[in-house]
């Protein structure tokens, strides 16, 4: 694990335009290793663009990214970061180092990582299931579990390479309150207890703010990064373009 506060992920000067679409503009912004960091922004803002950007799933237009100290294109580490897709989206999701990772445990064809579990239940996957809290549930068939569930087993599977980052694409969605606490639980004891950085995408303003401890908010461009309780309800207003009082009235509460 790197020490806490060394860049783990930098963006300068960044941008990324699909044919005719600018979808991020400008970005510059460091990613801390220990940081539980949340990009937030209305739909269509460029947030799964910046993480296909730093995954290396796409090539900036201009500017550079360091993902621990390389391109994106040429690292090579990738059991250092756990990638946990949205389950809302299908869970066939083919990002290519947590496939290797899988791939480099067993035969793997398709997406089943329980079917995979099932037939080799090392230590190391035993502990990462335990630490997502779905040990219980590994001889049961992916397709028989709530969202919720399955978005953690994708969180255990994402742990099985002991990854020191943890990038998560909307992964509430989907899933109940109930679901969702668990799953925020689990993020915050990865964080807290086993020093996992994380990084969240998110629409969901208010649960970000109890949990980040830094916010990227942005609209193509960036509009605010920095801690949470720094955001102003004015900033956020610019940045949805409506007042979002009542979303954050409660996490704002506990911050201060
Ligand atoms: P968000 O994740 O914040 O909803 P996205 O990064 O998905 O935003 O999209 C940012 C912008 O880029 C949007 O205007 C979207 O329509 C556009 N976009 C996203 N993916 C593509 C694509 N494959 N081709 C063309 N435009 C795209």
Known sequence: MRNKGTPILEFRSVSYRYSGTVAVD??????????????????????????????????PSGGRIRLFDHEPGDFLDWHRVGY????AAGIQERFPATVAEIVAHGSYSGFAPLRFWKRTKTAEVMAA?????????????IGELSVGQQQRVLVARALVGEPHLLVLDEPAAGIDAAGEEALNDLLQRLNHEQGISVLIVSHDIGAVMRQANTVACINRSLVFHGQPHELTQNELGKL?????????????????
């Open 240 to 256: 949805y373009g409506f007042p979002v009082e009542v979303l954050l009235h409660d996490a704002l509460h506990e911050h201060r």
């Open 129 to 141: 299931l335990e630490a997502a809290g779905v040990a219980h549930l590994s001889d049961r068939r």
């Open 84 to 87: 946990v897709p949205q389950v």
């Open 26 to 59: 400008d970005i510059t912004l460091t990613m801390s290793a220990g940081d539980f960091m949340a990009v937030v922004g209305p739909n269509g803002s460029g947030k799964t663009t910046l993480i296909k950007l730093a995954l290396g799933l796409l090539k």
